[in-house]
């Protein structure tokens, strides 16, 4: 399936428009179309995927690299001379060592991948950065996206700094400082009176209508799904060129989760890192958990749901690549598991209280499954464990804000202090 960016994309592809990108390819039947915007196979209706002859690509060259995601631009769909496009330069955030949280949960070792970190503060930056560079090289007019708010963000910035049109659409229902952090780089978000399922369903008929409109996550997906490979390329750099042997990953449209996995198998392909076992876990939040449902009923099909939970950013209940996410589990010996609202306030509070990392609901998702993880014997507490926090948690205030504050107020006099008990 194409969308109308076709006829507007008039002008030839230039050369080396994509890197090393040879074709687009169906994950279901293998069918390849020519790279464009291109999101459907025309054969059977899967989702399509881009498909590489990739160079000899070596470690040094790499590490010579800038310290964004662009140091792996040999293996993503961009072409050689990125770096001169304006763009928000995400990436190379920090891969930190989580002894505290370890010792809380009984884990030997455990780091946290901090996406939080990132120019709009979640892992959607880098998404946006390779949609954006497709967008220009099809010529796309308007800049555009569904979003569950991270992604508003991202789009709403990059397309700032790029000079575009940028449209962003969101559920009307979402948290104000999502909104905000939007509307302060475009003056067109749009809010939608519906689920963000609703918001999806509305970008791809007007994907369909209007003449030139990239939408990250629509009619260029392909391009745009291969940023979050570099999350995986990151962590096993970070942690010496080696893969961890746990990993666990928020879930919404299961992109993500999809991508670190197809990184971790490209390093092996390439010989960057050690062929070896590693096994990856999904993270929802109940209120929103199709994945995790399909996962403990062991089914293939993904059951839609009605999302109503506090971690909206991950409140896909129809997810695009929810089958693939129970594909990588079962392969890798993960699983996908899902916690409670109250457990997500309880999960970013563990992990600021540990490890002064402040996540939003998708990380306090992410913490609280790692944590249910071990205590029900499904993840190894004696193997090397990386979680990945892919959002702030001042964009999710709210959360949390009923839970903590202060632990007293006083008048400002020495005696009123250790009144409080706070200096014994
Ligand atoms: C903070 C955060 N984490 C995780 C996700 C999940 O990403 P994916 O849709 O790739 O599964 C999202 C998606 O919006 C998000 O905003
Ligand atoms: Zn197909």
Redesign the pocket.
């Known amino acids: 399936m194409s969308s109308t960016l076709v006829e507007a994309a008039t002008h030839p592809l230039r050369d080396g428009a994509f890197g090393h990108a040879t074709s687009l390819a169906c994950r279901e039947c293998g069918h390849r179309v020519a790279l464009g915007p291109h999101y459907a196979c025309p054969e059977c209706f899967g989702p399509l995927e881009v498909a590489y002859d990739y160079p000899a690509v070596t470690r040094a060259e790499i590490e010579a690299g800038p310290r964004n995601m662009w140091r792996y631009k040999a293996l993503l769909p961009v072409p050689s001379d990125i770096e001169e496009s304006p763009n928000t330069e995400p990436g190379f955030t920090r891969l930190l060592e989580a002894r505290n949280l370890a010792a809380a949960l009984g884990l030997s070792r455990l780091w946290v991948k901090d996406d939080s970190t990132n120019p709009t503060n979640?892992?959607?930056d880098r998404v946006v950065a390779c949609a954006l560079s497709a967008a220009r090289e099809l010529d796309a007019k308007v800049f555009a996206c569904p979003?569950?708010?991270?992604?508003a963000n991202a789009v709403a910035a990059a397309g700032a700094r790029a000079g575009m049109k940028t449209v962003v659409f969101i559920p009307s229902d979402l948290e104000k400082p999502k909104q905000v952090n939007s509307a302060v780089y475009t003056d067109s978000l749009v809010a939608v009176e519906g689920n963000y399922d609703d918001v999806n369903k509305l970008a791809s008929e007007i994907a369909g209508e209007e003449d030139g409109w990239a939408f990250v996550n629509v009619n260029v997906r392909p391009y745009y799904a291969e940023g979050?490979k570099t999350l995986g390329y990151e962590i096993a750099e970070q942690l010496g060129w080696r893969l961890p042997d746990q990993v666990v990953i928020?879930?919404?449209?299961?992109?993500?989760?999809t991508k670190v996995d197809k990184a971790f198998q490209e390093l092996i392909r390439l010989g960057l890192v050690e062929d070896k076992p590693y096994q990856v876990y999904g993270a929802q939040a109940t209120g929103c958990s199709p994945v995790a449902t399909a996962w403990k009923a062991g089914v293939d099909a993904i059951r839609p749901q009605k999302p109503d939970t506090i971690a909206k950013?991950?409140a896909?209940g129809n997810?695009a690549?929810g089958i693939y996410v129970l594909d990588i589990c079962r392969r890798t010996g993960g699983a996908v598991e899902d916690v409670s609202d109250d457990e997500v306030r309880e999960g970013i509070l563990l992990l600021a209280r540990t490890e002064g990392i402040f996540t939003?609901t998708?990380?306090g998702t992410t913490t609280a499954v790692l944590r249910k993880l071990v205590e029900s014997g499904q993840l190894d507490p004696e193997l090397e464990t990386v979680i990945i926090n892919?959002?702030m948690g001042l964009k999710t205030l709210d959360a949390v804000a009923d839970r903590v504050g202060a632990a007293a107020t006083i008048e400002p006099s020495y005696a009123a202090f250790t009144a409080t008990g706070l200096a014994d």
């Open positions: 979640s892992f959607k979003s569950t708010g991270n992604l979050s928020p879930v919404a449209s299961g992109a993500q989760l950013s991950l896909i997810p690549d939003e998708a990380g892919t959002g």
